[in-house]
C-alpha cells in the first residue's frame, strides 16, 4: 500500500511537470486534479492497457511496437475524458505528455529509490 501512494505521487508530480512544459495544450486545474490523473492513468494502466497489447499484438507486430505510443495516447485521452479539470487539447500533446510523464517518473523514481 505504500508503494501505491509513493507511486501515485511521484506520478502526480510528472504530471504537474508535464503541463507545465506543455502548458499550451495540457491543462491540469489543481493539485488534486494531479492525483486524480495519476490514479486514474495508474488504473488504466494496470487494468485496461493489457488486455488492449493483446488485442492488438498482431498490428503491434506489425508497426515494430510502435503501435503501444497510441496505446498510451488513448490512455491519456481517456484520463481527460475521465477527470474534470485535465484537458489535452490534442493526439500530439497526448503523446508529448505521455512521454514527459514516463521520462519524469522513471527520473523521480530514481532519485527516490526503492527501497521495497
Request: aromatic share 12%; glycine share 6%; charged share 10%.
Amino acid at each position: 500500500m505504500k508503494h501505491f501512494f509513493l507511486k501515485t505521487l511521484v506520478t502526480s508530480v510528472a504530471v504537474l511537470l508535464a503541463a507545465f512544459l506543455l502548458h499550451g495544450g495540457v491543462r491540469v486545474d489543481n493539485t488534486i486534479t494531479a492525483v486524480l490523473v495519476a490514479v486514474v492513468l495508474g488504473l488504466l494502466n494496470n487494468f485496461i492497457k493489457p488486455i488492449l497489447i493483446i488485442l492488438t499484438i498482431p498490428i503491434t507486430i506489425f508497426t515494430f511496437g510502435l503501435f503501444l505510443l497510441f496505446i498510451n495516447v488513448l490512455i491519456v485521452k481517456w484520463t481527460s475524458e475521465i477527470v474534470s479539470g485535465f484537458r489535452v487539447s490534442g493526439w500530439l500533446y497526448a503523446l508529448l505528455f505521455s512521454l514527459i510523464v514516463s521520462f519524469f517518473t522513471s527520473v523521480i523514481e530514481r532519485l527516490v529509490g526503492d527501497k521495497d
